[in-house]
T-cell receptor
Framework: GAVVSQHPSWVICKSGTSVKIECRSL??????MFWYRQFPKQSLMLMAT?????????EQGVEKDKFLINHASLTLSTLTVTSAHPEDSSFYIC???????????FGPGTRLTVT | KNEVEQSPQNLTAQEGEFITINCSYS?????LHWLQQHPGGGIVSLFM???GKKKHGRLIATINIQEKHSSLHITASHPRDSAVYIC???????????FGTGTRLQVFP
């Protein structure tokens, strides 16, 4: 199968600080990576789509200056939550997609708590 | 109305029961996905299908493209099957997934 890892799996940070979450495809090249957030008992909400080597495409309502996404290589994408606030506390999940495939392989998620 | 509808929202079963979760969609799709999310949060892709039927162990997924409907069946359910099952579709125009609201399944011993 295809494995995607995320780091860290959980993080607690103080309001106003920035947090970086890494998403790695371990055994395949992910030309496209997706970032989602999920609130308790709700479905996943797509935040942005990133393609290797180009700027991410953000969904409506997602602040690109607040949620910085970098897809620097075919195996690594990062999401940086800048100037985090308590309302940014959520479960963040990434997924990777191979070229010419519809299948997405999901990471285990990162639980962010902003105090 | 959501583009992807799932039913039921919640499902309780006794161990050994046969379980069916339904998914209907209203958009043109390239593929339909069944995902499983355990309480810890990780998501596992169970099936991706664009026609017919797929089977993996005790899990069976079917899709009827004309009726825009898919079902996920679990035979001989087990408490470890307790999870949220999510139907999602890849729409024609984009790589994005459109998610259903999920079905929360609890299987009791």
């Amino acid at each position: 199968g295809a494995v995607v890892s995320q780091h860290p799996s959980w993080v607690i940070c103080k309001s106003g600080t920035s947090v970086k979450i890494e998403c790695r495809s371990l055994d395949f090249q992910a030309t496209t990576m997706f970032w989602y957030r999920q609130f308790p008992k709700q479905s996943l909400m797509l935040m942005a789509t990133s393609n290797e080597g180009s700027k991410a495409t953000y969904e409506q309502g997602v602040e690109k200056d607040k949620f910085l996404i970098n897809h620097a290589s075919l195996t690594l994408s990062t999401l940086t939550v800048t100037s985090a606030h308590p309302e940014d506390s959520s479960f963040y999940i990434c997924s990777g997609q191979r070229p010419s495939s519809y299948e997405q392989y999901f990471g285990p998620g990162t639980r962010l708590t902003v105090t | 109305k959501n583009e992807v509808e799932q039913s039921p929202q919640n499902l309780t079963a006794q161990e050994g029961e046969f379980i069916t979760i339904n998914c209907s969609y209203s958009v043109g799709i390239s593929a339909l996905h069944w995902l499983q999310q355990h309480p810890g949060g990780g998501i596992v892709s169970l099936f991706m299908l664009s026609s017919g039927k797929k089977k993996h162990g005790r899990l069976i997924a079917t899709i009827n493209i004309q009726e825009k409907h898919s079902s996920l069946h679990i035979t001989a359910s087990h408490p470890r099957d307790s999870a949220v099952y999510i139907c999602a579709v890849s729409s024609y125009n984009t790589d994005k997934l459109i998610f259903g609201t999920g079905t929360r399944l609890q299987v009791f011993p």
